[in-house]
């Protein structure tokens, strides 16, 4: 283990460390001292980060075999039990929108599972394009109505059963009303930019890494990718939203993508206590394609 990771590994743990019982690691160990430190307390860090890791496979452990069928999703849509939608823009999008676009005008966006996100709007307000893929025929057309738009609906040859929503006259907006799984990039093309918030936290664990293959495969060469991840104790809540910790990220996309953490915020309010939880933090990492012209 390299101690650039194990640095990041210590950080994270110490930031967990009011609720990951036994571990006894600081909250600034980084890189830079940690290459520092004298070989026994190398030795300690090593068996403390080893410690930390059995910890991070036990929590993520707990949710490993959580389940939601499609058919679940769809019955929240039709009981209106959709908590997780915002009437605003998402702040954490509005922060980082500039490192997304990183000067370019006109991006290709994907949403995937968008439900009815107010940003894609927002987006396409500001001249961008927006493609997206919702399991659920009630919030796609939601969002039009909801927004005033008209649209049409069509069949899509290559997925049997499924529908895209494009918004009138401007088809700035298409929503894909099918499985995620079953979108590709032989369907849209590939994207400049991906706004990824109730996605990877909301598919089902077990779907991870396939997930992260079908990302990567729909993002274009210069393809600027948002994400963002919730850290919170799996003890205390089953999600969704799941827990996914930034070594998960790192472990998922770091082989093809660069990935950087953008910024931690304290997430945590009523509907999280609600759901028995003491601390809700919500991380949103860049990931870009490595050697990418994205990079520069
Ligand atoms: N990104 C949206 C919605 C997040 S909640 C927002 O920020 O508001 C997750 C959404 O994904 C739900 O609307 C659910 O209906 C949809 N969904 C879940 N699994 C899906 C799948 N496999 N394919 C397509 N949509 C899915």
Redesign the pocket.
């Known amino acids: 283990m390299n101690d650039d990771f194990t640095g990041c590994l210590l950080v994270w743990c110490g930031f967990l460390n009011s609720w990951v019982n036994g571990i006894p690691v600081k909250y600034n160990l980084g890189p830079s001292l940690s290459s520092r430190v004298d070989q026994r307390a190398g030795d300690r860090a090593r068996s403390t980060s080893d410690s930390a890791q059995v910890n991070i496979s036990r929590m993520l452990g707990q949710q490993a075999e959580r389940v939601?069928a499609?058919g679940e999703?769809?019955e929240?849509?039709q009981q209106d039990r959709?908590g997780?939608?915002?009437p605003t823009v998402?702040r954490m999008l509005e922060k980082n929108l500039d490192k997304v676009l990183n000067g370019r005008t006109g991006v290709r966006f994907f949403?995937p599972?968008?439900?009815?996100?107010i940003?894609m709007k927002w987006l396409a307000d500001q001249g961008h394009s927006v493609v997206g893929?919702?399991?659920?025929e009630k919030?796609i057309q939601q969002f039009f109505e909801e927004n005033n738009m008209t649209f049409s609906e069509e069949p899509v040859p290559e997925i049997p059963g499924a529908k895209v929503f494009r918004q009138n006259p401007e088809k700035n907006i298409s929503l894909y009303q099918?499985?995620?799984?079953q979108f590709s990039s032989s369907i849209a093309g590939r994207f400049g930019a991906i706004w990824d918030?109730?996605?990877l936290v909301?598919?089902n664990p077990k779907d991870r890494e396939k997930y992260a293959a079908l990302i990567v495969s729909l993002m274009d060469n210069d393809c600027r990718y948002l994400l963002d991840t919730f850290l919170y104790n799996p003890d205390q809540y089953r999600g969704p939203p799941f827990f996914v910790p930034d070594e998960q990220v790192r472990s998922l996309f770091g082989s093809s993508c660069n990935v950087e953490l953008l910024q931690s915020v304290d997430a945590l309010t009523d509907r999280q206590r609600d759901w028995g939880l003491d601390s809700f933090m919500e991380n949103i990492h860049l990931i870009t394609l490595k050697n990418s012209s994205a990079t520069k």
Request: aromatic letters at 16%.
């Open positions: 939601m499609l999703w769809e929240r849509w959709i997780f939608h915002q998402h949403f599972l968008c439900g009815k996100a940003d893929v919702e399991i659920s919030g099918c499985d995620l799984f918030r109730g996605s909301a598919i």
